[in-house]
């Protein structure tokens, strides 16, 4: 069989994936012959196209899968999309729009026969997306949020809920996104820092010509004042008690009122009480009786009621009124200042404070269980620094605004009569019975999309367990829950892990997974988070093109660690695909190999006893980086094994000699051994790799249609010689002292030396290995110093390589001169440390007998080093 020279990436995709499907290796059914491992897919926005965040997410489920697939788990990933209430009915709306259509002129059926349209058309763009990568979902588990039966589940929940008296219907103070045109809840607002004007306004005191200054941000709101407060401790304003103030513009005629709510050191010591715009003054206006004006209309213009600048916008109304109060000689002064800022996280309008009926699910009992699983440790955060960020949210957990102003979503289940009694249930008929009406009238809101994202590891197995219970889920279900591992972000660590957990506590008392592995943020190279606006996020399809899925895959991942931020390079695909094409060329150069009748040498058979060694030792490592989800560590690991152990060293070690241009044969033994140590790295690579291993793995020989590397079995760690392993490290150095000969000479690469070694010993079990590798023609060992000879230093031994062209003592002093400075310098270095009292008695006593071997070998150089300088 023919090898092509260079890999194809493109080839090895288009080959391997529709025959990993075809072959339902993603495919999973209930085997209780085998443990399960299950993943549930965060399920993207149905809005959604790739991103270098999903990218990074599902290469690290796709890792994981595929390694407990090979483990002999019953691996099982489903995948999904999220309905995406907000973003989905933004899209909508804009489609619409562009045709020349408001969602106005609809009714709420027509706009969503729209809404389904286009998820049907645009929803699963990202899904396919995903394949692009080499995701190994199973494909047949597709569940989206909004499917009949996860919708009914989430209408379920609402109810049962309701009935249980955690959730309830009020006016309450909420975050309103004036362009999405709905509530939205604390978790969904953006802070960010933003430069402002805080402009101090002049209230004149009813009946004087004195006035009251205040400062604002946000003067636009003046209108709706209908108080102002200060605290009663204040001497400033103790003789206004009963006084009246005038609000400016509207001149309306409010109370001075005394209250401990504000600080007496903050500005001028004197708030203006806006009701309907601040949480705060809400509470002031509820505590005092005050008259509640909304100054705003639901899409961020001036209200009616503010009863000045009616229809204009918000921030052009703001500049506005600075000006006309100016004008007035009611403004003290101006400033700049910096402050905190909501934003809406979908649609990126500040966010206003808005009075407004809602419905909300009560927090405090539902979410104790949620907190104790993490802080029992039940549930693992990967990394667990985010456990306090947890702990913080949870305690001071708010009731969740839960309705959503919107059309696109699960509609509520309440229903009300001309009366204005209420009623939750599943259907009209069952409404018109209880409220004994025919007159009935749904709620007209939607709920929140994570109201249903909390139930998916729930319902994407049984979408009936919360009306049946735990005791009657379906054998999927009981099968594949409590799931084994989700990666996410940690910006949803409440949003929707903390609510996962609270659902499956609920509803099967049980946790939803067992661990949760968050990753960072990808950034640029510069630090900046990725973005449109910035131009400076790549498209993850045009990455696959130019480097393949393996490269993206790899370079993802090497620089990943859990819960802290990537900074992307480009460079970082290159050295992926560059990671591949040293894995094909091993390859190539292995089936190159002429098997003949002759016999195994020395160096081929100590460097199979190492390399059997090392795999096993590094096989553990890897295990043990998987097992702690050190994912960028256990990748290093294997790229340094294969890149480093096996091709740099072990091939050469192994590799026929080439006599008068041509490669002679090898033993079958020592090509069987390579060949075998071959599959195994492919089998510790595939999770990274997955698509130019199985093409390497079905080129080696022919196989079964089902023998194929992503259902191999995982290679097993065998126990391993330390020493020998140990011992191999200074091979190493000894090789590479040689070659470093040979470049400052100019030497020869062909050219064979001589290598002495000054020890009491006769020979060592890797002189035929150093012999091969550094081309040496003898290895000898003496008692003395060997004259006109260039030596270095391992450890405490000398070696020397006598030369046929003479030493230039010159150039060898400086050498010398320079290694011994290095080396003192080093041991100083060692000796501070050492006599640090703090480092001694803190430090693990093998550090510290670590840095006392240091100490001893420096020393021991540098007496051989002062040696050869004295000889010199």
């Not at 788990?73 to 009915?89: L, M, Q």
């Not at 209408?155 to 709905?182: A, C, E, S």
């Not at 102003?405 to 509609?411: D, F, K, P, V």
Request: proline share 4%; with cysteine.
């Amino acid at each position: 069989m023919e090898i092509a020279k260079t890999y194809s990436p493109n080839d090895a995709e288009q080959k391997w994936y529709p025959y990993w499907l075809e072959k339902k290796f993603f495919k999973s059914v209930v085997d209780k012959s085998k443990k399960p491992y299950t993943i549930v897919i965060p399920p993207p926005n149905v809005t959604g196209v790739l991103h270098m965040g999903h990218m990074l997410n599902n290469t690290i489920q796709d890792v994981l899968i595929r390694r407990a697939r090979m483990l002999g788990y019953n691996a099982c990933w489903v995948p999904g999309t999220d309905h995406a209430s907000i973003a989905t009915e933004a899209k909508v709306v804009k489609l619409l729009a562009d045709k020349g259509v408001k969602k106005s002129d609809l009714s709420r059926e027509d706009f969503l026969k729209h809404a389904w349209e286009w998820k049907e058309k645009y929803g699963g763009i990202i899904l396919e997306q995903l394949k692009k990568l080499g995701a190994s979902c199973d494909w047949d588990r597709t569940r989206f949020t909004m499917e009949d039966d996860l919708s009914e589940a989430v209408i379920d929940v609402f109810i049962d809920l309701y009935n249980k008296g955690h959730i309830y219907r009020g006016v309450r103070m909420v975050n309103w996104d004036p362009q999405g045109l709905t509530a939205v809840s604390d978790e969904e607002v953006i802070y960010k820092e933003s430069s402002s004007k805080l402009v101090y306004v002049k209230y004149k005191i009813e009946g004087t010509n004195d006035f009251v200054t205040i400062a604002t941000t946000r003067p636009e709101t003046i209108m709706g004042d209908t108080a102002v407060c200060v605290n009663p401790t204040d001497e400033r304003y103790a003789h206004l008690k009963g006084k009246n103030v005038i609000v400016p513009v509207v001149n309306r005629v409010v109370p001075l009122i005394f209250d401990e709510y504000v600080d007496a050191t903050f500005g001028t010591g004197a708030l203006k009480v806006t009701p309907a715009h601040d949480i705060n003054d809400f509470n002031l206006g509820q505590k005092y009786k005050l008259q509640t004006i909304d100054a705003l209309t639901p899409d961020g213009k001036i209200s009616e009621a503010a009863g000045a600048y009616v229809g204009m916008d918000r921030f052009a109304c703001r500049k506005q009124i600075v000006k006309d109060l100016q004008e007035m000689g009611l403004v003290e002064k101006v400033e700049d200042i910096k402050n905190k800022v909501g934003y809406s996280e979908r649609t990126d309008a500040v966010i206003e404070p808005k009075l407004s009926m809602q419905w909300f699910l009560k927090m405090d009992k539902v979410s104790k269980p949620a907190l104790d699983a993490v802080l029992n440790n039940d549930v693992k955060l990967i990394p667990d620094k985010f456990i306090n960020t947890y702990k913080h949210w949870m305690e001071n957990v708010h009731d969740w605004c839960i309705s959503r102003q919107l059309w696109w979503g699960q509609r509520i289940p309440a229903w009300y009569d001309n009366k204005g009694n209420t009623v939750v249930c599943k259907t009209k008929e069952e409404a018109a019975k209880l409220l004994n009406t025919t007159e009935v009238k749904q709620d007209e809101d939607v709920l929140d999309t994570w109201f249903s994202s909390w139930l998916w590891p729930l319902t994407v197995f049984d979408p009936n367990v919360i009306r049946n219970g735990w005791e009657k889920a379906n054998e999927d279900l009981k099968y594949y829950y409590p799931t084994s591992d989700l990666v996410t972000a940690p910006e949803i660590l409440f949003f929707w892990v903390a609510r996962m957990i609270i659902a499956g506590k609920e509803y099967t008392g049980q946790k939803p997974f067992t661990n949760v592995y968050l990753t960072g943020i990808v950034r640029d190279k510069l630090g900046r988070k990725m973005s449109k606006s910035l131009g400076n996020s790549p498209d993850p399809l045009d990455l696959i093109t130019k480097y393949g899925a393996d490269g993206v895959r790899v370079g993802m991942l090497l620089c990943s660690p859990a819960g802290n931020d990537l900074m992307f390079d480009e460079s970082y695909c290159e050295q992926g695909r560059n990671f591949a094409n040293k894995v094909w060329n091993a390859f190539r150069l292995i089936k190159g190999f002429e098997v003949g009748n002759v016999e195994q040498s020395e160096a081929q058979k100590t460097a199979i006893t190492w390399f059997d060694n090392k795999l096993s030792e590094q096989l553990e490592i890897i295990n043990d980086h998987y097992t702690k989800y050190r994912m960028s560590d256990a990748l290093m690991a294997t790229y340094k094994l294969v890149w480093d152990d096996f091709c740099a060293w072990y091939l050469e070690a192994i590799k026929p000699d080439f006599v008068d241009g041509k490669a002679q044969p090898i033993d079958k033994a020592t090509y069987d051994a390579t060949i075998s140590y071959l599959e195994s790295l492919l089998k510790i690579m595939h999770p990274w790799m997955p698509f130019i291993t199985e093409e390497i793995w079905h080129l080696i020989k022919e196989r079964s249609e089902m023998d194929c590397v992503i259902v191999a079995k995982w290679p097993e760690v065998k126990s391993t010689d330390a020493r020998q392993l140990m011992e191999f490290e200074v091979v190493k150095e000894i090789v590479a002292m040689i070659r470093n000969i040979r470049a400052q000479k100019q030497l020869s690469p062909k050219e064979k030396l001589k290598l002495i070694e000054k020890s009491d010993a006769t020979h060592s079990y890797f002189d035929k290995l150093v012999m091969k590798l550094a081309n040496l023609n003898e290895v000898e060992y003496t008692k003395n110093k060997v004259e006109g000879a260039f030596s270095f230093m391992i450890q405490s031994t000398e070696f020397f390589v006598p030369l046929s062209s003479n030493v230039n003592k010159d150039e060898e002093k400086a050498r010398l001169q320079k290694e011994l400075e290095y080396n003192q310098g080093f041991l100083k270095s060692v000796q501070i440390k050492l006599s640090n009292e703090k480092f001694v008695a803190n430090a693990k006593p093998e550090l510290v007998e670590l840095e006392k071997k240091k100490q001893a070998d420096a020393e021991a150089k540098i007496k051989a080093l002062e040696a050869q300088l004295s000889a010199l």
